[in-house]
């Protein structure tokens, strides 16, 4: 995706938040949301595949740490997964939301794009901003093929009723405004 928007990105701002970025006033900011479900079930497995990668900027110390076959040992499930993250400040996706794209609980962003329509989405964004579009259709199937992913059931199957209920409490703004469902 950076190479679609490489024209104007940010430097040193992968996954930061609304307030670290220097004179926002003068950028178009955008961001992405993804159906709650889909995003734990996504993260749980992006943690299998990559054991011994740990993540960064505003992800880091979520999941209190718990990395390579410790992450193994402790979560062996999404379930699992959630029921920690009860305990853990900032593990939510409404709390990254809030606290990537809002400032004192305002919303600080141009455009909230939907992950589930990336490539519309990406269109759009470059629309709205006036970026020229010649070879977006190359760029995007290179980001396709190089984009983080892992074959797996839909989410329903991985949820157990109390893991859905805690999600839809702790998310509740987000399937309010996004209109994401179970």
């Known amino acids: 995706m950076r190479k679609v928007f490489e024209s104007y990105h940010v430097p040193n701002h ?9 004179n926002a006033d003068t950028y178009f900011k955008f961001g992405f949301i993804r159906n709650p479900f889909d995003w734990y079930v996504s ?11 740990a993540e960064k900027g505003i992800s ?7 990395k390579h076959d410790a992450f193994f040992d402790k979560i062996h499930s999404v379930n699992t997964h959630i029921q ?3 305990n853990i400040d900032g593990f939510f996706l409404g709390d990254i939301y809030n606290k990537m794209y809002k400032v004192n609980g305002e919303l600080k962003l141009d455009y909230i794009a939907r992950f589930e329509n990336m490539e519309q989405e990406i269109r759009t964004i470059l629309e709205m901003t006036e970026k020229p579009t010649e070879n977006l259709d190359t760029v995007l199937q290179q980001f396709q093929s190089k984009k983080n992913s892992t074959e ?5 199957y991985y949820f157990s009723q109390d893991a859905k209920n805690v999600i839809l409490k702790k998310d509740k703004e987000l399937f309010d405004t996004y209109r994401y469902e179970w």
């Open 84 to 86: 920690i993250g009860i």
């Open 152 to 156: 797996r059931k839909h989410y329903k």
């Open 43 to 53: 993260r749980y497995f992006y943690y299998r595949q990559y054991p011994n990668s």
């Open 60 to 66: 880091k110390g979520f999941d209190l740490g718990i």
């Open 14 to 22: 992968d996954h930061g938040t609304i307030e670290e970025l220097d």
